[in-house]
């Protein structure tokens, strides 16, 4: 009896895993499969390649909005309808952007895609959370992570050969039918829970805090538009700075805010979110930047392109299998600070790719950002729980899902303002492989001043995560 109950348990926790492992593989396909097909879709729906970013940057502002209420709604309603709704959402919103006709009707369905992903990715990580113990985290992360690196792998190739073969229109819709099978597996193998006790929401803390990053993710995003004043670019910056000073104003009268950040006074949690912050304005525009060089830069098409991506997955899965030995070896301070800096280098060897580079060499520089960025993940994701108490878990995940997303779009729109601003000299702003051998170097000294930042970090911190049992 107590052997049946045990196989169970246990066969329950590695189905948990394989249903947020799906959730996970879901977005990464998605967020990936668009990168090779972002020049079939500016012919298609009439735009320049740089503004389609917004499709982008939408998508992952919403999920950065919607991510710090996504634990007090699972708390609220109950973590396994709010899982399986999320994803729901997220299929159908799929199925519009598929259909979607211009720019505009693209971007609100992937903002409402974005608030399914807002409330799937983090409710799925605190399922996780909430299954396993804290020395565990960096082992089961790491296999949930090879499954979403398969996404990533697969989003790049599957999109060069949808867009190359078919439509563009197909890449939204392929990630249904797993979503599909997440919701199945979901249902009958997620527990439950009632919906619990919540604090009030702070609805005012909401307002001013998702207006502040709505504002200056689209301010940033402006300064590239080769349809918007620089001076809008300018006043939305401004008004987005002044409604978060609001926001930390309000926050400290109340008690139970929007973000907890008070969380921001242990010192591996915050250099962790910093860090994230910080070090993704570099590498976080890279699968924004690769696919345009290769397709725009040196006329690729697109299968092509999807092909020389697919090695950054494949640098994931193989790096994750040792990553807790490496933090084992080498501690959170010298890794992140040893790989940022590497990281940075790796972006800016891009500075010398053209038409005479190999495909192979293309593919090896492809492969050492996937498995440099692993690391990077690995030890920012989980050095910020290795303080944390277990009743704080929802608050931090909140803030940890949200800064990432929120971290990648402005990486997006730091990389496309910089194709912008070089590209002005550029007879008729067209996109040169001088235009981006140029902006692989800015983004791989920006990822370089970041490791400046984990530089703050004692031997000793984040031992409680990386300890033998």
């Known amino acids: 009896m107590i052997n049946r109950f045990l196989v169970k348990h246990s066969l329950q926790k590695h189905m948990i895993l394989l249903i947020v492992s799906l959730a996970l593989f879901m977005e990464a396909l998605d967020t990936t499969i668009i990168n090779t097909a972002i020049p079939a879709m500016s012919k298609s729906l009439n735009v320049n390649p740089i503004d389609l970013k917004v499709a982008l940057i939408s998508y992952l502002l919403s999920l950065a909005i919607f991510i710090p209420i996504s634990g007090w709604i699972a708390d609220k309603f109950g973590i396994k309808r709010i899982f399986i709704s999320a994803i729901f959402i997220f299929i159908l919103s799929s199925f519009w952007c598929g259909i979607a006709r211009n720019l505009l009707e693209l971007v609100i369905a992937r903002s409402l895609q974005g608030f399914g992903g807002a409330l799937a990715l983090p409710v799925g990580r605190l399922i996780i959370l909430r299954t396993f113990a804290r020395y565990d985290m960096i082992t089961v992360m790491s296999r949930v992570a090879i ?231 690995g030890g920012m994701n989980s050095l910020a729980y290795s303080e944390i108490e277990p009743d704080d878990l929802s608050s931090a995940t909140s803030i940890i899902s949200m800064l990432q997303q929120l971290a990648q779009s402005f990486g997006v729109a730091v990389s496309a303002f910089f194709l912008r601003y070089f590209s002005a000299s550029e007879p008729e702003f067209s996109l040169t492989t001088t235009v981006f051998h140029t902006t692989f170097l800015v983004m791989g000294a920006i990822t370089l001043l970041s490791a400046f930042i984990f530089m703050g970090l004692k031997e000793e911190d984040g031992g409680r995560m990386i300890e033998a049992h």
């Open 147 to 377: 499954v979403a690196a398969l996404g990533t792998m697969l989003g790049p190739l599957f999109g060069g050969f949808i867009t190359h073969y078919f439509s563009w229109r197909w890449i939204f819709w392929i990630n249904i039918p797993v979503g599909l099978l997440a919701i199945a597996f979901a249902y009958y193998w997620i527990v439950d829970e009632p919906p619990k006790k919540v604090n009030p929401l702070d609805k005012i803390g909401f307002i001013l805090f998702g207006g502040s990053l709505a504002g200056f993710t689209f301010g940033l995003s402006a300064f590239s538009e080769s349809t918007l004043p620089q001076s809008f670019a300018l006043f939305m910056t401004g008004n987005s700075c002044l409604l978060l000073l609001c926001y930390i104003w309000h926050s400290r009268r109340r008690k139970y805010p929007v973000v907890k950040t008070e969380l921001l006074r242990i010192r591996t949690f915050r250099v962790s979110v910093i860090g994230n912050l910080f070090s993704r304005l570099g590498f976080g525009g890279v699968p924004f930047l690769v696919p345009l060089l290769l397709q725009i830069g040196l006329h690729y098409p697109a299968q092509i392109s999807g092909m020389l991506l697919a090695p950054v997955a494949l640098g994931i899965m193989l790096v994750k299998p040792f990553s807790l030995r490496l933090l084992r070896w080498f501690g959170y301070r010298k890794l992140l600070v040893g790989n940022t800096l590497l990281l940075g280098v790796s972006i800016s060897v891009f500075y010398f790719v053209n038409n005479q580079t190999s495909m192979y060499v293309i593919g090896g520089l492809t492969f050492l950002f996937g498995f440099l960025i692993s690391l990077q993940y």
